[in-house]
């Protein structure tokens, strides 16, 4: 099997890909606090709330693809393979990071040429391009 060089996305992308999966959690997170109202009910309104904003960028991110990275046709997968994802524990540490430093995590883009940024370094990961045709082997 032939394999190609990797594809780095734009800073423009993936910003469209966070921007996207932040509606989503925030949409979801209002979802759910709107459907568990009540004063006997506000410590399970607040789990569920952090459950949501927790879970769903490590756990797709490590397991398949979020919303926002299938839309961009992006994947988050290990630095030192491309080909494979990264696992759960790395998907929260660069999840935790890209929460600490925010927008500010990306300007470590600009000073490498794989265009990794903070959260990326930080965790062993690499974001890339899906395959040509959205081979749907890659998400």
Request: with cysteine; charged share 20%.
């Given at each position: 099997?032939?394999?190609?060089?990797?594809?780095?996305?734009?800073?423009?992308?993936?910003?469209?890909?966070?921007?996207?999966?932040?509606?989503?959690?925030?949409?979801?997170?209002?979802?759910?606090?709107l459907?568990?109202?009540?004063?006997?009910?506000?410590?399970?309104?607040?789990?569920?709330?952090?459950?949501?904003?927790?879970?769903?960028?490590?756990?797709?991110?490590?397991?398949?693809?979020?919303?926002?990275?299938?839309?961009?046709?992006?994947?988050?997968?290990?630095?030192?393979?491309v080909?494979?994802?990264?696992?759960?524990?790395?998907?929260?540490?660069?999840?935790?990071?890209?929460?600490?430093?925010?927008?500010?995590?990306?300007?470590?883009?600009?000073?490498?040429?794989?265009?990794?940024?903070?959260h990326?370094?930080?965790?062993?990961?690499?974001v890339?391009?899906?395959?040509?045709?959205?081979?749907?082997?890659?998400?």
């Amino acid at each position: 099997m032939e394999t190609t060089a990797p594809h780095y996305p734009e800073l423009n992308r993936r910003y469209l890909c966070s921007f996207i999966d932040g509606m989503i959690v925030f949409t979801t997170a209002m979802a759910v606090g709107l459907a568990l109202q009540g004063e006997r009910l506000v410590g399970v309104r607040i789990t569920a709330i952090l459950l949501v904003i927790l879970t769903y960028e490590p756990v797709l991110t490590s397991r398949l693809c979020t919303a926002g990275q299938f839309a961009m046709g992006l994947r988050v997968r290990r630095h030192k393979s491309v080909d494979d994802r990264i696992s759960l524990p790395a998907a929260y540490i660069r999840y935790v990071v890209k929460l600490i430093f925010g927008f500010y995590s990306f300007f470590a883009m600009s000073f490498n040429k794989e265009r990794r940024a903070l959260h990326d370094l930080v965790a062993g990961s690499i974001v890339v391009e899906s395959r040509a045709g959205r081979d749907r082997s890659d998400i």
